[in-house]
């Protein structure tokens, strides 16, 4: 998808963007005046000047963040835009220079921090999207990329109205990147065509001709992967198209454009092999191996390609050209490695030995395969598991079941107890009373039976104490097995996805691979949900103070894809006025999204969805109403129950494991607050949550 040289070619011409920006933002906000009203103070705005001028001109951005630090020193009283802008040079600084991808995480957040501390909206909201742009790349960098898209999305929503489309284009890019790392191909293709569209406001030159090039070829590439292929062979045309009309323009710079048609070539012979067009896709990737395998040019492009042409003679099967070829690979990668290669190399070695029959070999060559396949599907169901999607969905785990019914058992052992040692309590006193009337023999009798009751108090504390400790147990061994089933089912998955993949088997027998396929990866998503649940059952809530308005917006904006699909409109109503809480914004996000995620699941196609925000003297009161198929009267008892048995299909067929609700529930308990519904058959259902001020 993306080659080297041309990552290289946007290091060089896009080095100063982020620089260009810090100096745009400021210029933008600029104003006179000595108050904090949004704008930079006058003395800062001559140590930026200054800063620029050692970053920009004479290439000494170090002795621009000492300088920065030094003077920062002697501001009396620096005005927020002074801080905020403090912190984001030495986020660029961490970035593009030290390369130090955790401190300028922190400095990312420092950023945040003063962005919550402006003094006007305008200011709020380009500070506000600014540090999240930052807070993004900075866990790109660290390859987080559900929290780099995140904060990607927050940052777009929040300054789309207010940035110019030449910054959005990298940020609607980067979003694009990492749905396509995640494997959602048609979103990512949705927002390279955003990022295509925005970056006609670049100046016309060699900088926005390659990228645009890039971004059409990426379109195709993930249209390719989402196997539509006329929509890939059209944007994979348009590509190339694109590149041939502007290559006298950039006739000083052959082997870029050269290096840019051989990636389009790899794809487009690729789709000629999915279409069985095998002359011509001999032909393309024999084409595109020529180009990326010079020196400078993309080398680990041509090793993929060569992987693809290596599968065609395997097809063919021209044994003695696959041999020939996988051997000049080996070289290859002995002195490039490529990790995404050395899977493929391995499992056509293996395929070449299993028809020569040499089966010893076969056999090491498929072990090796299974091992490094085995690596690639867990970074790839590492990138997933956090993915922004899944942010829409509650997870939980099998022991927590358990773990509450053993709870809800104690407490009512310790209840009957407390009943039975206060009626016993009162017995004993009136039989001590009474007794003290009676003879010596009465009242031996009564320590008697005050003795055996305290045996039996004993052995009722032990009988605690043991099935304490059998509940501990259990939940270690439920974690055991949870965690020990999941690498075999893992192994189930990835072998039937290759086996689905494989020509040799008939209809009949790839459905029923297909079946083992998806019944696999759906008891994987359970297993995860599971362990995830026990995590979060055990971990602290860490509060601090959240908006709610920006809360709910930035919820329901991350759904309305989801609703898309079902054509369905999610209206948002919220405050007249912004109100912080004390919360953990994680957790009530999660709530939040999925009661919203249930709306859609549960509402018809068309449907209206409405999520409306409540400000009570005590309480924020929040709700989300669907026009859905509702819940009948029998089940209303168990929806908040673990794995009840309330679960139900969606109306578009969506798979329900039962386990959101009690979860909802649970967090708003422990945040002392209320989670009820009203619903009904005709009218659908609204959930209501009240989070205390």
Known sequence: MLNLNSINLKRILCSHILWLFLAILLVFNSCSGHRDNGDYSPEFKAIFDTVVQYSEIKKEPQKGTRYLDSSFKRLKQPFVNDWFRFYSIHFVYQKKEAHNAPKSLLYADSMLMMAKNSVTKKQYQLNYAEANFASGDAYFDLRQYSSAYKCYYQGYFIGKNLINNEILAEYTYRMGMILFKQGYYNKAASYFKISYRQSMAYKDNFKAFYQRQELLANIGESYKNANMIDSAALYLTKALDYINANSARYSHVPNLLDVARGVVYGDQGEIALISH????????????????????????????????????????????????????????????????????????????????????????????????????????????????????????????????????????????????????????????????????????????????????????????????????????????????????????????????????????????????????????????????????????????????????????????????????VINLKLLDTQQELLMSREKIWRVISNLISNAIKFSPANANILVKAVNYEREVQVSVKDNGIGIPDKLKGQVFNMFTDAKRPGTGGEKSFGLGLSICKQIMEKHNGRIWFDSDTENGTTFYLSLPK
């Open 277 to 568: 067009k095998y002359t011509l896709a001999e032909y393309l990737l024999k084409k595109s191996i020529a180009i990326n395998l010079r020196p400078g040019n993309d080398n680990r492009d041509a090793q993929l390609t060569e992987i693809k042409l290596s599968r065609l003679y395997l097809l063919q099967n021209k044994t003695d050209q696959l041999f020939d070829l996988l051997k000049t690979l080996r070289v290859q990668l002995d002195t490039l490695s490529n990790e995404d290669v050395e899977p493929s190399w391995n499992e056509l070695m293996s395929r070449y030995y299993t028809q020569k029959k040499d089966y010893e070999k076969a056999l090491h060559y498929l072990k090796t395969y299974s091992s490094l396949k085995d690596s690639a599907v867990n970074k790839v169901n590492s990138l997933r598991g956090t993915d922004v999607n899944q942010q829409q969905a509650n997870f939980d785990k099998q022991t927590q079941i358990d773990s509450l019914t053993d709870h809800n058992k104690t407490q009512f052992i310790y209840t009957n107890l407390a009943v039975v040692f206060f009626i016993m309590a009162v017995i004993i006193i009136f039989l001590v009373f009474r007794n003290l009337k009676r003879s010596k023999k009465d009242i031996i009798a009564v320590k008697a039976l005050n003795d055996q009751i305290n045996d039996q108090n004993n052995h009722l504390e032990a009988a605690l104490s043991k099935l304490k400790y059998n509940s501990q147990e259990k939940d270690r061994i439920l974690r055991a097995v949870a965690h020990d089933l999941r690498n075999p089912i893992g192994g189930i998955a990835s072998l039937t996805s290759v086996m689905v993949a494989d020509d040799d088997y008939t209809p009949e027998q790839k459905e029923m691979l297909t079946l083992i396929k998806d019944t696999s990866f759906n008891s994987l998503e359970l297993i995860n949900e599971i362990l995830e649940a026990t995590n979060a059952a055990n971990a602290t809530l860490n509060k601090e103070l959240t908006e709610i308005n920006a809360l709910l917006s930035n919820s329901v904006e991350l759904l309305r894809f989801k609703a898309a699909e079902k054509n369905q």
